[in-house]
Structures are given as C-alpha cells and as structure tokens.
C-alpha cells in the first residue's frame, strides 16, 4: 500500500522560508506515470494547488506560488520536498502531499494526513 507522510516545522516566522518533506513508502517516485505533488489548504478555504515533480524530476508550480516555490526530490530516500520562501501569515495552512496518477485522467489517488503549517512571529 502506498502511504506519504509530510514532516516539518509547524511553526515558521514571516519572511522565512518553508521547508516539508514527504516520505513514500509502498511505491517508488521514481515510478513512471506518477507526480508528486504539493496542495494546501487555509483554514476556511478551498484547497489550493502548489505544484508537482515528476517520476523523472521535471517540476511544474502554481502561477501564484511560482515565484517562490521550488520542489524536489531525493530517489535515495524516496522523499520529495517543498521549499515555499518568503513566508507570510496568509501561507498558514495544512499542507498535504499527494500522488497524482498521469493517464487518460488525473486522480489524486493517495495524500498524506496532511501537516499543520502556520506563520506567525
């Protein structure tokens, strides 16, 4: 069974940068037809999209969050990560990673628990 967990700090000071890991297990990121990617959601919001890596480490990121959005991977520990700089309090959110499977349709199939991320001096 696919599993992701996210981990990070839950608490980041405005002007700093983000920093989550998620951690995959079941399956491997490097596996074509998958992506891996990042969505958050503020409390009382919708859920927002960030971005995703690809199997083979191609990157794609939100218009609104492009500028200060950069993921990654790491094959050797079979994690990916999201670095969100420039942090303010409106980046308060969970933030949930989550496999998205590429075919004749997109399907988010498997997501984290999510993680608690709020920015606040």
């Known amino acids: 069974q696919v599993q992701l967990q996210e981990s990070g700090p839950g608490l980041v000071k405005p002007s700093q940068t983000l920093f989550l890991t998620c951690t995959v297990s079941g399956g491997s990121i490097n596996t074509n037809y998958y992506c891996w990617s990042w969505i958050r959601q503020p409390p009382g919001k919708g859920l927002e999209w960030i971005g995703y890596i690809g199997y083979s480490g191609d990157t794609y990121y939100s218009p609104s969050l492009k500028s200060r959005t950069s993921i990654s991977r790491d094959t050797s520990k079979n994690q990916f990560t999201l670095q969100l700089s420039s942090v303010n309090p409106e980046d308060t959110a969970v933030y949930y990673c989550?496999?998205?499977?590429?075919?004749?349709?997109?399907?988010?199939?498997?997501w984290g628990q999510g993680t608690q991320v709020t920015v606040s001096s």
């Open positions: 989550a496999r998205v499977y590429r075919g004749y349709y997109v399907l988010y199939d498997y």
